[in-house]
């Protein structure tokens, strides 16, 4: 049996469980309230008068980032609460029993868990958040500058989340490692936007706060990588307000040694979780 096999399994088991119509509902509720909502941005009425079309388009870059976090945040869930089951589960219902009593390696059955559960984490971001930009652009005629990239450091966020969320499954019960995952997800988040405003006051303490969450965990830098692929080039200036002032907006795009540093923090904790899982009794 190899990995892929093993891949081919997990994706299918886990499009079974009930948490993917959770994501559903969730994804689906989110892109019928924000079409709705973009759809009244232009014309709407505020104190500076009637909102114009680029007006509109500008709020809607910060709105985007907005939703894009909802966005992220429902993989975060989803993904933090599939990984548990697919592996602390089945190990601890001796469903793992029937896979590994074969002449196949944890470490292929381990491999194939993450490919499955990767591709179904990373297929997800891209279609929902595709799905999301389509809604802004078809309501406020609003693209963003860099798409692609965007989505593809979503993807890389929800691998970083998910690839922690075996490693915890390999030593907690499923439930606990999925809270645990989102609440360091959760967690970082916060200590990012805390860095944020402590670099806007000048503070080094506190601006270092959001600098070592995001190396100990890098889903908060990845996602403001993403805003700035999202957002208006241009947000920053003219909203008068800088990334320390707002925490949907980002100041610059990352630097390739942190997007290095995230692969290769993917790459240790697999291998964490690799030998967490040999050492496991089954």
Same mark, same amino acid.
Do not use: H
């Given at each position: 049996?190899?990995?892929?096999t093993?891949?081919?399994?997990?994706?299918?088991?886990?499009?079974?469980?009930?948490?993917?119509?959770?994501l559903?509902?969730?994804?689906?509720?989110?892109?019928?309230?924000?079409?709705?909502?973009?759809?009244?941005?232009?014309?709407?009425?505020?104190?500076?008068?009637?909102?114009?079309s680029?007006?509109?388009?500008?709020?809607?870059?910060?709105?985007?980032?907005?939703?894009?976090?909802?966005?992220?945040?429902i993989?975060?869930?989803?993904?933090?609460?599939?990984?548990?089951?697919?592996l602390?589960?089945?190990?601890?219902?001796?469903?793992?029993?029937?896979?590994?009593?074969?002449?196949?390696r944890?470490?292929?059955?381990?491999?194939?868990?993450?490919?499955?559960?990767?591709?179904f984490?990373?297929?997800? &971001?891209?279609? !929902?958040? /595709? %799905?999301q930009i389509? @809604? +802004?652009?078809? *309501?406020?005629?609003?693209?963003?500058? =860099?798409?692609? &990239?965007g989505? !593809?450091? /979503? %993807?890389?966020?929800? @691998? +970083?989340?998910? *690839?922690?969320?075996?490693?915890?499954? =390999?030593?907690?019960?499923?439930? !606990?490692s999925?809270?645990?995952?989102?609440?360091?997800?959760?967690?970082?988040?916060?200590?990012?936007?805390?860095?944020?405003i402590?670099? !806007?006051?000048?503070?080094?303490?506190?601006?270092?706060?959001?600098?070592?969450?995001?190396?100990?965990?890098?889903?908060?830098?990845?996602?403001?990588?993403?805003?700035?692929?999202?957002?208006?080039?241009?947000?920053?200036?003219?909203?008068?307000?800088?990334?320390?002032?707002?925490?949907?907006?980002?100041?610059?795009?990352?630097?390739?040694?942190?997007?290095?540093w995230?692969?290769?923090?993917?790459?240790v904790?697999?291998?964490?979780?690799?030998?967490?899982?040999?050492?496991?009794?089954?």
């Amino acid at each position: 049996m190899t990995a892929l096999t093993v891949a081919g399994l997990t994706l299918r088991e886990a499009s079974r469980r009930r948490v993917v119509w959770a994501l559903l509902v969730l994804t689906v509720a989110l892109l019928a309230l924000s079409a709705w909502g973009f759809s009244k941005l232009i014309g709407l009425d505020t104190e500076l008068g009637t909102m114009t079309s680029g007006e509109a388009r500008l709020v809607a870059s910060v709105l985007l980032n907005l939703i894009m976090f909802g966005m992220s945040l429902i993989a975060a869930i989803g993904t933090a609460f599939l990984a548990g089951p697919t592996l602390a589960g089945e190990v601890e219902s001796g469903q793992a029993l029937a896979i590994l009593a074969r002449p196949v390696r944890r470490s292929q059955v381990l491999l194939g868990k993450w490919l499955g559960l990767v591709t179904f984490g990373c297929g997800y &971001v891209v279609v !929902a958040g /595709l %799905a999301q930009i389509l @809604v +802004v652009r078809v *309501t406020v005629g609003y693209w963003p500058p =860099s798409p692609a &990239v965007g989505l !593809a450091l /979503l %993807a890389a966020e929800t @691998v +970083v989340l998910l *690839t922690l969320a075996l490693l915890l499954s =390999s030593v907690i019960s499923p439930m !606990a490692s999925g809270i645990v995952a989102v609440g360091l997800f959760g967690a970082t988040w916060i200590a990012g936007v805390v860095g944020a405003i402590g670099g !806007a006051l000048g503070n080094e303490g506190v601006e270092r706060v959001g600098t070592v969450s995001r190396i100990v965990l890098p889903t908060d830098g990845l996602w403001r990588g993403a805003m700035n692929a999202f957002q208006d080039p241009g947000a920053l200036l003219q909203m008068g307000t800088d990334e320390g002032g707002f925490p949907f907006l980002s100041e610059a795009p990352l630097a390739p040694a942190y997007l290095a540093w995230a692969a290769l923090w993917i790459a240790v904790i697999w291998g964490l979780t690799a030998l967490s899982f040999q050492r496991r009794d089954i």
